[in-house]
């Protein structure tokens, strides 16, 4: 198991620029970073993985497709062949990084709504575009993770259920889901009994206080919702997610209107040890 930091807490592009934040990160106990890909050449990802690989920090990767021309399930082929073309960048972009996981809605643009539920063809278009870059994905050592939105945030996935079924519909073992517990927290009745009933097809997890803030700040069960996690198997990447109003675009994308930490530091020097400490005690309570 690794615990990792997302770093949008500080940036969309991270660079040498950011290396005060990730030694803190690291010295917090951190054994890595999630690195937003939105821009950029796969060969400044290489470098950045260089840059990591100096300080001791292994690394996840995280995506969205933002704009209504890039988007799986459009009715106009144009975008989703826009939005396979991105995934593929997105994939070559993290293997260069050194990243094995690559996560985010990979699914529908954020924000893009019909007014109506998911159509069995949405759906289906869905699966076709991931299921046609998995295969490269597996080849470049990158296991795809889809993360179920809340309902104010996207339509085509909300709960572990429509993503589970959506991974069977791929039906390829390098595509899977992220498990992330602020979505969780809105849109699963049993938060802990999806990851029961469903926790075979997780395969990334974000730890992710229900107000966004420092996760055991909060009101998530986290003995709960390790247990059952361990109940699956499950020994990958517990990555923490919070986000502030350092970036004043992002903040308006997450609806951050109020500070919900005095550092932003104090998510990985507070956070990290916390979940260490919970998945730890977690292992202790199924003996």
Same mark, same amino acid.
């Given at each position: 198991?690794?615990?990792?930091?997302?770093?949008?807490?500080?940036?969309?592009?991270?660079?040498?620029?950011?290396?005060?934040?990730?030694?803190?990160?690291?010295?917090?106990? +951190?054994?890595?970073?999630?690195?937003?890909?939105?821009?950029?050449?796969?060969?400044?990802?290489?470098?950045?993985?260089?840059?990591l690989d100096g300080l @001791?920090?292994?690394?996840?990767?995280?995506?969205?497709?933002?704009?209504?021309?890039?988007?799986?399930?459009?009715?106009?082929?144009?975008?989703?062949? #826009?939005? +396979?073309?991105?995934?593929?960048?997105?994939? #070559?972009?993290?293997?260069?990084?050194?990243?094995?996981?690559?996560? @985010?809605?990979?699914?529908? &643009?954020?924000?893009?709504?019909?007014?109506?539920?998911?159509?069995?063809?949405?759906?289906?278009?869905?699966?076709?575009?991931?299921?046609?870059?998995?295969?490269?994905?597996?080849?470049?050592?990158?296991?795809? +993770?889809?993360?179920?939105?809340? /309902?104010?945030?996207?339509?085509?996935?909300?709960?572990?259920?429509?993503?589970?079924?959506?991974?069977?519909?791929? @039906?390829?073992?390098?595509?899977?889901?992220?498990?992330?517990?602020?979505?969780?927290?809105?849109?699963?009745?049993?938060?802990v009994g999806a990851i029961?009933?469903?926790?075979?097809?997780?395969?990334?997890?974000?730890?992710?206080?229900?107000?966004? @803030?420092?996760?055991?700040?909060?009101?998530?069960?986290?003995?709960? &919702?390790?247990?059952?996690?361990?109940? &699956?198997?499950?020994?990958?990447?517990?990555?923490?997610? #919070?986000?502030? /109003?350092?970036?004043?675009?992002?903040?308006?994308?997450?609806?951050?209107?109020?500070?919900?930490?005095?550092?932003?530091?104090?998510?990985?020097?507070?956070?990290?040890?916390?979940?260490?400490?919970?998945?730890?005690?977690?292992?202790?309570?199924?003996?």
């Amino acid at each position: 198991m690794n615990i990792g930091v997302n770093m949008l807490l500080w940036a969309t592009s991270v660079t040498k620029e950011h290396r005060t934040a990730l030694q803190a990160i690291q010295a917090a106990g +951190a054994d890595g970073v999630e690195i937003p890909i939105m821009e950029g050449a796969p060969a400044a990802y290489r470098e950045l993985g260089r840059l990591l690989d100096g300080l @001791g920090l292994k690394r996840t990767a995280s995506m969205a497709f933002v704009t209504p021309d890039v988007n799986p399930v459009s009715p106009d082929p144009a975008c989703r062949q #826009a939005a +396979a073309d991105s995934l593929r960048w997105l994939i #070559a972009c993290a293997h260069e990084l050194g990243a094995p996981v690559l996560c @985010g809605p990979m699914y529908q &643009t954020i924000g893009a709504f019909t007014g109506d539920g998911p159509t069995e063809t949405e759906k289906a278009r869905a699966a076709d575009v991931l299921r046609g870059v998995a295969e490269e994905a597996r080849q470049a050592g990158v296991t795809l +993770a889809m993360e179920p939105l809340n /309902r104010f945030e996207a339509y085509m996935l909300n709960t572990l259920a429509d993503a589970a079924a959506l991974t069977d519909r791929v @039906g390829h073992p390098n595509v899977g889901v992220l498990f992330d517990t602020f979505h969780a927290n809105i849109e699963e009745k049993d938060p802990v009994g999806a990851i029961r009933a469903h926790g075979r097809v997780i395969r990334h997890f974000h730890c992710s206080a229900n107000d966004r @803030g420092i996760p055991g700040q909060d009101h998530i069960d986290w003995p709960a &919702t390790f247990r059952a996690l361990r109940e &699956t198997g499950y020994d990958g990447w517990l990555v923490l997610e #919070a986000f502030g /109003r350092a970036l004043p675009g992002l903040a308006a994308a997450t609806k951050i209107w109020r500070d919900l930490f005095d550092d932003a530091l104090n998510v990985a020097r507070l956070g990290v040890p916390f979940i260490r400490g919970q998945w730890s005690d977690a292992a202790s309570a199924r003996i």
